[in-house]
């Protein structure tokens, strides 16, 4: 049971601030009683991957705060693949971006998922200028260290929420080919874009471009 939520909640299928099943659904899902049932939470209590709220019941820790450095780039990818990093730089934001975060400059970010020699998938972020005064890691072209998210929360005491996840498809682009090296031709690929929002304001959006075959898992962001 401590293995198998563990997994879940370093690859995402268990949000932070999601709430734990009930003891009785573990004891039934597990095939445990309900005394290993509470060793086991005590356990994921200890390694801070779960917490409690009096007369509320157990709820998934935030991982961003859990998982740093080396440990980090290993934990949001599936067993295999790895992340290499592309780019920060100062760009003006796209169209549909500046329809979230304004016009003019903002900071780009982009990396790649890699298993073997094939690119699984690329991402970019576009965050709001104003950020990077809170976050100056934001223009070192590197990861920030756990997340830009959770260090302008850190500093500035606003919580940052992932307020908008949608999901849709196209014919790839060139910059999409080019970034998932796919060789010339036509393909369909997976888009999945994120909304990152903080005192009442969009802070930065994310845009994955799925390789055509990557397997995903599509879910509503949980509140926080």
């Known amino acids: 049971m401590v293995d198998d939520l563990r997994q879940l909640i370093h690859e995402g299928e268990l949000q932070p601030h999601a709430q734990l099943p009930s003891t009785r659904a573990l004891m039934n899902t597990y095939g445990l009683s309900d005394n290993a049932v509470y060793r086991a939470v005590a356990l994921l209590k200890s390694d801070g991957y779960v917490y409690s709220r009096q007369g509320a019941g157990v709820f998934v820790a935030d991982r961003r705060a859990l998982i740093t450095g080396a440990e980090r780039i290993g934990g949001i990818t599936r067993p295999g693949e790895r992340i290499e990093w592309r780019h920060s730089i100062r760009t003006d934001a796209p169209d549909w971006v500046a329809g979230y975060i304004g016009e003019g400059e903002c900071v780009e970010r982009a990396r790649v998922v890699r298993r073997g020699t094939i690119i699984r998938e690329a991402s970019r972020s576009w965050v709001h200028r104003d950020i990077a005064a809170v976050v100056p890691e934001l223009d070192e072209s590197a990861p920030c260290n756990p997340t830009w998210q959770a260090i302008y929360q850190d500093r500035s005491g606003n919580a940052?929420?992932?307020?908008?996840?949608?999901?849709?498809?196209?014919i790839a682009t060139a910059d999409d080919i080019a970034a998932l090296e796919l060789t010339a031709g036509t393909y369909a690929v997976l888009i999945v874009r994120n909304v990152y929002s903080a005192a009442g304001r969009v802070i930065g959006v994310g845009e994955i471009v799925c390789a055509p075959g990557r397997p995903v898992e599509l879910k509503s962001p949980s509140p926080s």
């Open 160 to 170: 940052v929420e992932n307020t908008s996840r949608a999901a849709d498809a196209r």
